[in-house]
Antibody, heavy 120, light 113 residues
Framework: QVQLEESGPGLVKPSETLSLTCTVSGGSISPYYWSWIRQPPGRGLEWIGFISYSGSVTYNPSLQNRVTISVDTSKNRFSLNLRSVTAADTAIYYC??????????????WGQGTLVTVSS | DIEMTQSPDSLAVSLGERATINCRSSQSLFYNSNNKDYFAWYQQKPGQPPKLLISWASTRESGVPDRFSGSGSGTDFTLTISSLQAEDVAVYYCQQYYSNPWTFGRGTKVEIK
C-alpha cells in the first residue's frame, strides 16, 4: 500500500523559501501524477500544482510565479519550493498522488500533512 | 477559475438519518467526449488528511461504505449519506478536476444531532 510522508522545516521566515519533500513508500513514482495541496489552519483546500512521473509540471496560476515542483525518481520522492513566503502561506501542506495512473486531477492517497508557519 | 459552492456550511443529523450535501460549480464539469463529470468528494476527519470518497461524480472508491453515494451532473452535485453513523462526523469537500486550477469547495461540517 502506497504511503506518502512530507518532511521539511516547520518554521520559515518571511521572504524566504519554503522547501518540502514528499517521500513515497510502498509503490513507485511511475506512472502517476504527484501534487501538493495546502490548507490554512481551519480553512479549505488549495491545490498548488503537480508533477508527472516524466517530470512535466502544472501549477496553480495564482502561485506559479513562486512555485517549483521537482521529482527524484531514483529516490522515489518529489519536492516543493515556494519562494518569497508571507504569513498568508502558513498552512498544512499535503502531498498527494493522482488517484489513477497517467491521469491527474483527483487525489488518493494523501500524506498526513505538515504544518508550515511563516513567522520571523 | 471554476468556483465550487457547497451548501450548507454545516448540518446536524440524527444517527441513522439521511444527510445531504450539495455542491454547485460555476461552469459545467461534464465532458461530452467521454460522458464524464470531472468531480470528486472527500471526507476529512479532525487531524487527518482528506480521504477520497467518490470520483467521476458517482463512482464510490473501494472500501467506502455504500451508505455514501454521489449524484448529479453538469453543475449540480449531491453527496448523500443514507444512514448517518457516528464515524461519519467530518468535514466534506467537493472538488472539480475539469480545468486548471483544480478547485475545492469550502467544506460542509457534518455533526450528530
Amino acid at each position: 500500500q502506497v504511503q506518502l510522508e512530507e518532511s521539511g522545516p516547520g518554521l520559515v521566515k518571511p521572504s524566504e523559501t519554503l522547501s518540502l519533500t514528499c517521500t513515497v513508500s510502498g509503490g513507485s513514482i511511475s506512472p502517476y501524477y504527484w501534487s501538493w495541496i495546502r490548507q490554512p489552519p481551519g480553512r479549505g483546500l488549495e491545490w498548488i500544482g503537480f508533477i508527472s512521473y516524466s517530470g512535466s509540471v502544472t501549477y496553480n496560476p495564482s502561485l506559479q510565479n513562486r512555485v517549483t515542483i521537482s521529482v527524484d525518481t531514483s529516490k522515489n520522492r518529489f519536492s516543493l519550493n515556494l519562494r518569497s513566503v508571507t504569513a498568508a502561506d502558513t498552512a498544512i501542506y499535503y502531498c498527494a498522488r493522482g488517484a489513477q495512473p497517467k491521469i491527474s486531477g483527483w487525489f488518493d492517497p494523501w500524506g498526513q500533512g505538515t504544518l508550515v508557519t511563516v513567522s520571523s | 477559475d471554476i468556483e465550487m459552492t457547497q451548501s450548507p456550511d454545516s448540518l446536524a443529523v440524527s444517527l441513522g438519518e439521511r444527510a445531504t450535501i450539495n455542491c454547485r460549480s460555476s461552469q459545467s464539469l461534464f465532458y461530452n467526449s467521454n460522458n464524464k463529470d470531472y468531480f470528486a468528494w472527500y471526507q476529512q476527519k479532525p487531524g487527518q488528511p482528506p480521504k477520497l470518497l467518490i470520483s467521476w461524480a458517482s463512482t464510490r472508491e473501494s472500501g467506502v461504505p455504500d451508505r455514501f453515494s454521489g449524484s448529479g451532473s453538469g453543475t449540480d452535485f449531491t453527496l448523500t449519506i443514507s444512514s448517518l453513523q457516528a464515524e461519519d462526523v467530518a468535514v466534506y469537500y467537493c472538488q472539480q478536476y475539469y480545468s486548471n486550477p483544480w478547485t475545492f469547495g469550502r467544506g460542509t461540517k457534518v455533526e450528530i444531532k
